[in-house]
């Protein structure tokens, strides 16, 4: 069978249906020094941070979910936008994000995302593995079953994400690989949803960036299913 595009909710009574959970503590490493971490910085963004372009923040190592956790909860009003420092980004990545948010300003707006698939008759969700990988169709169609992968570019407005999402406790305990998972699981429960922003996005690693890729845990080993 192909893909379901269905208006089977994902949401029942406020609650979702996440899975089966672990309970892991929660033990972020520090913050290095920021001497320590900048020799290791090219010279091209150390030029730019002198300049004033740009700024770095060190803080403790919460795996990837130091990606959002941090600026969301210094800048709660403000959008965000979520990268990767290993991945190449188009010139105009900024502007078609900016475009599909204005066009859907209560949405999570998306570079690339994922079609999750539903065993209507069960009434559950497939696997990841099942699903249909960087979905390229319904740009601009928001849907609750398109799962964004915040690292190829993403664009959160304020309050898209429901309040739980700044729980880092619950989220290290929870998905402390997955912070996609994560994301979007807060994204739903807040009743709200992601919208495709482009249809011919394709993903370009950093040469030598993905020796320890994050998605060889949880793809291979079965962490975005938790």
Known sequence: AGPVWTGVPLMEGGLI????????????????????????????????????????????????????????????????????????????????????????PDKVSAMRAHLTVLDTAAGLLLPYNRWVKEYRGATYIPSPQLFVTSGAGTLFPPKVLHPLALDLEKAWGLCPYAD?????????????????????????????????ALQSINVDQNQNDV
């Open 17 to 104: 249906p996440i899975g089966r959970f672990g309970s892991r503590p929660f033990n972020p490493k520090p913050s290095p020094s920021a001497p320590q971490k900048e020799a290791q910085l090219p010279q091209a963004l150390l030029d730019q941070v002198n300049q004033g372009l740009v700024e770095i923040r060190w803080v403790p190592d919460v795996r990837s979910h130091k990606k959002y956790h941090y600026v969301m909860r210094e800048f709660p009003d403000s959008l965000i936008v979520t990268l990767d420092d290993d991945l190449q980004y188009p010139d105009d990545m900024l502007e078609n994000l900016l475009h599909c948010y204005l066009c859907h």
């Open 180 to 212: 996609d998972v994560w994301l979007n699981l807060m994204t739903l429960l807040n009743g709200r949803c992601v919208v495709l922003a482009v249809d011919d996005f394709t993903m370009k690693n950093m040469p030598g960036s993905q020796e320890e």
